[in-house]
């Protein structure tokens, strides 16, 4: 699947294909943000590849020091850096790249780099150094959600299938028309790692054709709390958190993601809530 040359048909992914082109042309530190499975390392490597020789850096195997960032800044063919993962830094990775580019601003121009939308809350918390930041992200690309690109939907269906075809060391299966139009008529309302999570399920269930009754589409699970008469804020507060912990099988990260809310801030009410005695999910 290119996300080069594809002819999409939401306006949103138009968008981003078009400013992806233009950035080719041009020289800047780039940010691609996006939900997990929104395909931004696919767009950033698309941008990278049409740039020259690039090297990618995963978020674990970034530099920690200031000579490590040196050496691979400065030695090999790569004409730009792709630095996955950003938002997953450690504090002795930021400084050091930080300090690099006070040193050499011009290194910064090289690098595109990926982000979680998690990043935001994390420089509001202080947890990634708003500088440095501003330095790599002079031109930042927001992926839409899957809400704002429905009429892609095929599109990223096989395109999904086939990374987790590729990843499971199988055949791709076959999609069946059936299956096709239920996902086409489901009401998304989540962001795109629910829906690489129902096609990644769907392949663990098939085995030559995708059918219907291998996407575990369920409308009640959106519902994550209903207003009950009598709670008080705190109480319908702790609720939510709960039932969103359930609904993402204790995944913090995602949890904090749905209720709009930094994961400094989720682990501190989920501290409170140990304190009074409460410890499922927590």
């Not at 780099?113 to 935001?120: G, K, P, R």
């Not at 429905?150 to 987790?164: I, K």
């Not at 392949?203 to 519902?223: A, D, G, M, N, Q």
């Amino acid at each position: 699947m290119d996300f080069w040359t594809h002819s999409f048909k939401s306006q949103a992914l138009n968008q981003i294909q078009s400013e992806v082109h233009q950035l080719a042309t041009v020289v800047f530190p780039v940010v691609f943000f996006g939900t997990p499975g929104s395909g931004k390392t696919t767009w950033a490597t698309a941008l990278a590849k049409a740039r020259g020789n690039f090297l990618i850096v995963e978020s674990g195997m970034a530099p920690r020091t200031l000579k490590d960032w040196r050496t691979l800044l400065t030695e090999g063919p790569a004409v730009s850096l792709l630095l996955e993962g950003i938002d997953k830094w450690s504090e002795p990775t930021q400084n050091a790249l930080a300090q690099l580019l006070k040193e050499n601003y011009k290194f910064s121009k090289s690098l595109i780099c990926t982000s979680d939308n998690s990043l935001h809350s994390k420089i509001q918390d202080g947890q990634f150094r708003t500088d440095l930041f501003y330095r790599l992200s002079v031109r930042p690309v927001t992926l839409p959600r899957i809400g704002q690109c429905t009429e892609d939907l095929s599109f990223a269906t096989y395109f999904w299938l086939d990374v987790h075809s590729l990843v499971a060391g199988r055949k791709k299966p076959l999609l069946s028309a059936q299956a096709m139009e239920k996902l086409n008529t489901f009401t998304w309302k989540g962001d795109w790692a629910e829906f690489v999570s129902v096609l990644e399920r769907a392949l663990s269930y098939s085995k030559e054709v995708i059918l219907p009754e291998h996407l575990s589409l369920v409308e009640s699970e959106r519902h994550i709390a209903q207003v009950e008469a009598g709670l008080t804020l705190a109480e319908m507060e702790k609720k939510l958190i709960i039932q969103t912990l359930k609904l993402t099988s204790s995944n913090k990260s995602q949890a904090a993601r749905l209720l709009g809310i930094s994961i400094r801030t989720l682990r501190n009410k989920l501290n409170e809530y140990k304190q009074e005695g409460f410890h499922e999910l927590v």
